[in-house]
């Protein structure tokens, strides 16, 4: 009896350690559309960057672990070639998630500064937007989704342009938080998401027993805003080109 009692209480530890859920996100790249007066060349660079971002995004991915309230989102590791330099594969990065790895918990957001390391990103969900569900549903890996876009709190250039989701689809049947952003803060994982540069969607969902990752600001860090994150990005690839 004792001997079937300890089984039992192995197999319910076992049961209750893999309820953590991956995510595997994949990713496809809009095409780019130019005002008239844009110069030729202006045109064969974003091209050219493009082109290269497709290519890496066949074996790029974004995987996300949550254990219920939270998740940390992050890219699994890419091999460089010769085709492909660092600074090719971190701008793929950065048109997925220009902020990353991503750790989310009670609708506030940190994230690593991809342009400045001794700065982390703090974002507070609720500062930015709200969401409003719609009626419309579809069917993502089997799973039954909502479309949601959001209800912004501000009406700033940035929140209208840049990074913020034009729209995204999650599943109430996945009752856990998961996004492939920032925004994470929905009745369901978020199996799909549109912002200004890419489409990203999740291609496997899965039990795991790997754990969140958590992210907290050391002693040689400080805080930024997503805005003033977003802007240092632009103008370091802006002193690039």
């Known amino acids: ?92 990065k950065v048109a997925v998630s220009p902020i990353y790895p991503i750790y989310y918990n009670e609708a506030i957001s940190l994230a690593k500064n991809v342009v400045n390391p001794d700065k982390l990103v703090k974002v507070i969900n ?13 069917i993502i890996e089997g799973y039954k989704c909502f479309k949601a876009v959001p209800d912004l709190k501000t009406k700033k250039q940035f929140n209208k342009s840049v990074f913020i989701p034009d729209y995204v689809w999650f599943s109430p049947e996945l009752n856990f938080k998961a996004s492939p952003s920032v925004f994470g803060d929905l009745p369901g994982a978020v199996l799909e998401l549109k912002h200004s540069t890419a489409q990203i969607k999740a291609a496997k969902i899965e039990q795991t027993d ?17 805005e003033e994150s977003i802007k240092a990005i632009q103008e370091n690839y802006r002193d690039k080109m």
């Open 1 to 92: 009896m004792k001997i079937f009692l300890s089984i039992l209480c192995l197999l319910c530890l076992n049961i209750s350690i893999a309820q953590n859920y991956k995510i595997t996100y994949q990713f496809k790249f809009d095409k780019l559309e130019y005002p008239e007066e844009t110069e030729a060349y202006i045109k064969q660079y974003f091209e050219e960057g493009l082109k290269k971002q497709q290519q890496i995004s066949k074996t790029l991915r974004l995987i996300l672990v949550s254990d219920g309230k939270r998740y940390y989102a992050s890219f699994n590791q890419q091999m460089l070639s010769d085709n492909f330099r660092f600074d090719d594969v971190l701008s793929t």
């Open 126 to 138: 609720d500062k930015y937007l709200t969401w409003q569900i719609t009626k419309e549903t579809k």
């Open 210 to 226: 790997e754990t969140v990752q958590v992210i907290q600001l050391r002693k040689n860090q400080s805080l930024t805003t997503y």
